[in-house]
């Protein structure tokens, strides 16, 4: 099995049921669903049972499911990563749903045309409350450095990662609420060095009503604390100072014009500080 896709949930039968219909309209492609329910009491079961049995138009969809108390997104996560039997996983977690129904070929195309890397990426589309979407590319072939980490990340949703890597680096961290994904891509991608690549595909729709997109004072108080676990405090001090005027310099870069006026005038300044150094001087 190449593919292993995880689903967790727990009291959203309504995106859950979205969820499924997105992987039930799935052609051409062997996959194994992996579906985490967290003892729902809303009707989500049934859901489950009812797409269990009516896998539709993909039918090498093998469905793989349990519905019983779990500490949390991360120990559900974990829960169906050790349920997985695939070389890659996917988390598609209820409320979001595959940008298309070709897309699991489009994808593990790539997985064989690059060689099988560790970590496949592609776009994943936001989808906002008022129904307006914008395609996230995240680093689009980028490199990844600590810097992109620092405040950034790689969007989990569209990643086909390796499930050896979960043996190699552990599994996500459960004292964390929200950025457990995070830490973990730390970890393989930063101190790790492994290397994602990127594929210019819609591979998901992301639901923006999550945890992690209405909680952003936990989500920086819990980076904050790995960050301060992980990384020596005075280089911390130096990113803490420059990542956002560094930013700034590389957005000005994307345009020739703003970035040359910006030069010429840093070296302006640079000549009079040192004029007026060699002025007190005397």
């Not at 569209?158 to 190699?168: E, G, M, N, V």
């Not at 730390?186 to 594929?199: C, H, N, S």
């Not at 005075?234 to 560094?246: A, R, S």
């Amino acid at each position: 099995m190449l593919l292993s896709i995880i689903t967790i949930n727990r009291n959203n039968a309504e995106g859950l049921r979205r969820t499924l219909q997105s992987v039930k309209s799935l052609e051409d492609c062997e996959i194994e669903h992996v579906i985490v329910d967290g003892a729902s009491t809303d009707g989500s079961v049934e859901v489950i049972r009812e797409y269990a049995n009516n896998k539709g138009a993909c039918p090498l969809v093998d469905v793989i499911w349990v519905s019983e108390p779990d500490g949390g997104i991360y120990n559900a996560m974990n829960k169906g990563i050790a349920m997985a039997h695939g070389d890659y996983i996917q988390i598609l977690n209820s409320g979001d749903c595959l940008a298309s129904n070709d897309v699991v070929s489009r994808m593990t195309k790539r997985l064989a045309e690059e060689g099988s890397p560790s970590i496949l990426y592609g776009n994943m589309i936001k989808v906002f409350p008022d129904e307006h979407t914008m395609r996230d590319r995240c680093f689009a072939g980028r490199e990844i450095t600590f810097l992109g980490f620092y405040s950034g990340t790689l969007n989990h949703s569209p990643a086909y990662i390796k499930r050896s890597l979960f043996d190699k680096y552990g599994k996500y961290d459960e004292t964390y609420r929200i950025v457990s994904d995070w830490t973990w891509y730390m970890e393989a991608i930063i101190f790790g060095e492994e290397k994602p690549v990127y594929a210019d595909v819609d591979v998901t729709l992301f639901d923006m009503t999550g945890i992690s997109e209405t909680n952003t004072e936990l989500t920086k108080k819990e980076r904050r604390d790995y960050l301060e676990k992980r990384i020596n405090s005075k280089m911390l001090k130096d990113y803490d100072e420059w990542v956002f005027p560094i930013s700034q310099i590389r957005r000005l870069k994307r345009y020739g014009w703003a970035y040359k006026l910006f030069w010429l005038l840093e070296r302006c300044l640079f000549k009079f500080e040192k004029w007026t150094r060699k002025e007190q001087s005397f």
